[in-house]
C-alpha cells in the first residue's frame, strides 16, 4: 500500500510544464494538442537530448508545444498504455517482452549507444563475463536492460541465463540498493546503467566487467529509443515528427560538446554526479540518433532474446518489427 500511494503521488504530483503557450493540463486536439514527453524522476545520462532540447531551444525551434511528465521509470509501460504519456526514452532490451506481448508502441528513432554496465567489487575473482557462471547478479527487475543486455553477452558465451538449468542467478533489489548488495556479498555482481555505475566506479566500490558502451558485440548497437504511442502517432504525426527531429538536433548537439552537455545537465539538477565525470563517460557514448538503426538494434534484440528464451519461440519476429519500427514522414533517417 505504500509503494502503491508514492508511485501514485509521484504520478500526480510531479508533471510539470515546459512548453510555449497553451494550458498545462489540457493536451488538446489538432493545432493546440500538448505533446506529452515522460521522463524519470532520477534522470539518468540517457535523457541527455532531452533536457538539451529544452535548454537550447530545440523543441522551442520545432513549434512543438509539450509538457514533461516526471514518473517513476519502473511505471514507464504502464503510463504508454494508459496514455498518460506520448513519447519517451526507454531502453530498447526492456520494451521487447511488452511489444511481443502487445504493448502498443511505435519506434521511430534510436537515439545512442551505451549506457549499461555489470561490475564486481574490486576484489572479486571474477575477471570476464566467462566468471560469473554459476554467480548470483543483482538487477533492478528482470525485465531492464541491465539485465537483458548482461543475458545476451552471457548467452552467447554459452552460459545458460533463464528457465531450468539456468546456470546465473537474477536477483532483484531496488536499483538504489544494489551497490549496497555488492559491497556485503549478497550478490557476485549487479548490473547497472551510468551515472550510477560511473559513480561507484569511480568512487573505487566496483570494477567493470561489461560495458556496452565499448564492448565488442555491442558498442556499436544503438541501446535507447525514443518510443512513440501509435495513437498518437496516428492523430498528431505533425507533432511526433517535429519531436522526432528536435531529439535528433540535440542528440548532435550532445554529441559536439559533451563537456557543457554534463555541466548543463549536472547543473541544472536534471541527473546526479559529478559533471566532469558524467562527462567523461558522455564521450564513450554515439549519440548519432538514426532512424534506421531502430530497425536494426530492434530486429537484434527480438532474435537473441527468442534465441535464449525471454522472448516465446513462437513470435514471428518480422512481423514484430514490421509491426513496431516506423519512419515518420519528415523526419531524416540522421544528421550525420
Known amino acids: 500500500m505504500k509503494t502503491s500511494f508514492l508511485a501514485a503521488l509521484i504520478a500526480c504530483a510531479a508533471l510539470t510544464a515546459a512548453f510555449p503557450g497553451g494550458t498545462k493540463d489540457k493536451k488538446g486536439s489538432g493545432a493546440d494538442f500538448v505533446l506529452t514527453i515522460g521522463l524519470p524522476v532520477e534522470g539518468g545520462l540517457c535523457e541527455a537530448p532531452f533536457y538539451i532540447a529544452i535548454e537550447k531551444g530545440f523543441y522551442a525551434a520545432e513549434g512543438l508545444r509539450y509538457q514533461v511528465f516526471k514518473m517513476d521509470s519502473g511505471t514507464t509501460m504502464n503510463h504508454l498504455t494508459a496514455g498518460t504519456i506520448d513519447v519517451t526514452n526507454n531502453l530498447l532490451a526492456t520494451l521487447i517482452q511488452p511489444l511481443a506481448n502487445g504493448l502498443d508502441v511505435k519506434i521511430p528513432l534510436a537515439l545512442h549507444t551505451g549506457c549499461v554496465k555489470v561490475l ?172 534506421s538503426e531502430a530497425r536494426s538494434a530492434l530486429e537484434r534484440n527480438i532474435q537473441d532474446l527468442q534465441r535464449i528464451g525471454l522472448v516465446a519461440a513462437d513470435v514471428d519476429v518480422n512481423a514484430l518489427v514490421r509491426d513496431t519500427f516506423t519512419a515518420v514522414p519528415g523526419v531524416p533517417d540522421s544528421l550525420f
Open 120 to 291: 564486481v567489487r574490486p576484489d572479486s575473482p571474477i575477471q570476464s563475463p566467462r566468471d560469473l557462471r554459476g554467480k548470483k547478479i543483482g538487477v533492478p527487475s528482470l525485465n531492464a536492460s541491465t539485465r537483458v543486455i548482461p543475458a545476451r553477452v552471457l548467452a552467447g558465451l554459452g552460459i545458460k541465463v533463464d528457465g531450468p538449468g539456468a546456470e546465473v542467478e537474477w536477483i532483484v533489489y531496488p536499483s538504489a540498493e544494489l551497490p549496497l548488495a555488492l559491497e556485503r556479498g549478497l550478490v557476485d555482481a549487479i548490473g547497472s546503467g551510468d551515472p550510477a555505475a560511473s559513480i561507484i566506479e569511480n568512487e573505487g566500490k566496483a570494477r567493470v566487467i561489461i560495458n556496452n558502451a565499448v564492448d565488442d558485440g555491442l558498442r556499436n548497437e544503438f541501446c535507447c529509443v525514443a518510443p512513440v504511442r501509435s495513437q498518437t502517432l496516428a492523430e498528431h504525426p505533425d507533432a511526433a515528427a517535429k519531436f522526432l527531429r528536435a531529439i535528433q538536433k540535440a542528440s548532435k548537439w550532445v554529441q559536439e560538446n559533451p563537456d557543457e552537455t554534463a555541466r548543463i545537465i549536472t547543473g541544472k539538477g536534471y541527473i546526479a554526479g559529478d559533471a566532469a565525470i558524467n562527462a567523461q563517460v558522455l564521450k564513450t557514448y554515439n549519440y548519432r540518433a538514426s532512424v
